[in-house]
């Protein structure tokens, strides 16, 4: 398969440029197991579609204001996207700028901040930011929310809560966790009531995952890196699902990347560290059972991850389905309940029964 295989035609109207009054107000889609028919529901459905036993599986990770604007030392407006912050007031960042920065050249924010210019790691900059302030409290001092580049307007006050889950708690993400955007607390007790339990996986969103795939071959392709934690309690809390006959679903394809990124052995595993990996039809997925998932972009490397854990075809036409039927698409948008394509998949036994 290749890039152009994940192409679909998107209404540009169909972008959800802002949220829902509510949380859980979006519709949901719903992909059961092959060869049951699509159905148009709604997130506040889910209690009735899980089972009592169930785990649902959250990634815990907290947006943080990412956005800094300022000038090169030359005159020159630059913008300033955080990837990740580093030890010693040190951060891995995109910078928006007409010129590219030089090594050993200086930055300096509205706020008078000098920034270093420490050199250039492909599509990302290493820089020093020359302040006794620690940067996580500069950020959130001056920094912007960073909203997605296909929304087309600047953040507001609303974002800094709505573009945020309501479980978020380790900082260091630059885009949010979207399948969470969903879960508010009247929803989260509506799925404890019926006996479905949660987890958390900690998995800092990059500004890579937006970045365009640019290679038409998958082998070509270099996925960015992002770091992840599961921890050990977790693991536990998967292994006795399962052995209850419960099942595993994810809530965002953040979850599907830490946790296949942990599994070892026929089992997810702690881990803390670094993943690159690359989920793709033809990847077989092994960690869950289901997934809670929002609607991505055309050709993304999200979209794959998908449609590795769906099948390509269910879940390309349910793409078109979603554009038919005036789906909310991205970040702000609707999202979609998807299990296996194919029965054992994922040890994933007895789904139809479960459907309600």
């Known amino acids: 398969m290749k890039k152009s295989d994940f192409r679909y035609d998107l209404p540009t109207e169909l972008i959800a440029q802002h949220p829902l009054a509510a949380r859980s107000a979006s519709r949901l889609l719903l ?36 956005r800094l604007f300022g000038r090169k030392a030359t005159g020159g407006r630059v913008e300033v996207l955080v990837e990740r912050v580093l030890d010693g007031n040190e951060a891995r ?3 928006g700028v007409s010129k590219p920065p030089a090594a050993g050249s200086e930055l300096v924010l509205d706020d008078g901040t000098r920034v270093a ?7 990302f900059y290493r820089l020093r930011f020359e302040s006794d302030e620690p940067l996580e409290k500069l950020l959130k001092r001056i920094g912007r929310m960073p909203l997605p580049p296909y929304m087309t307007r600047e953040p507001d006050a609303a974002d800094a809560e709505r573009y945020q889950t309501v479980f978020a708690r380790a900082p260091g993400a630059v885009a949010a966790p979207t399948a969470g955007l969903h879960f508010d607390e009247a929803l989260l007790a509506a799925l404890r009531a019926r006996g479905v339990e949660f987890g958390h996986i900690t998995l800092h969103v990059g500004a890579g995952t937006f970045q365009p795939m640019r290679a038409e071959e998958f082998k070509d392709h270099v996925m960015h890196s992002e770091w992840l934690n599961v921890g050990a309690s977790l693991c536990e809390r998967i292994r006795a699902a399962k052995a209850r006959g419960g099942r595993v679903v994810a809530v965002g394809t953040t979850v599907v990347r830490a946790l296949e ?6 089992e997810v595993r702690p881990f803390a560290g670094d993943t690159r990996l690359f989920l793709f039809p033809g990847k077989r997925i092994r960690s869950v059972d289901a997934l809670v998932t929002n609607f991505h972009l055309p ?7 998908v449609s590795a854990f769906a099948g390509y075809e269910r879940v390309m036409a349910a793409y078109a ?36």
């Open 93 to 95: 960042a995109q910078l």
């Open 299 to 305: 050709e993304s490397t999200l979209l794959m991850l």
């Open 31 to 66: 992909l059961p197991p092959a060869p049951a028919p699509l159905e148009d529901r709604a997130v506040r459905d889910l209690p009735a579609l899980l089972a009592p036993g169930d785990l649902l599986v959250f990634n815990d990770t907290r947006v943080i204001p990412a």
């Open 321 to 356: 389905h979603a554009v038919r039927e005036r789906y909310r698409f991205f970040s702000y948008g609707d999202a979609m309940l998807v299990f296996p394509e194919r029965e054992g998949g994922t040890d994933a036994t007895a789904h139809d029964s479960r459907l309600h």
């Open 117 to 123: 210019v420490l050199g250039r790691e492909g599509e």
């Open 261 to 266: 990124s942990s599994f070892r052995d026929g």
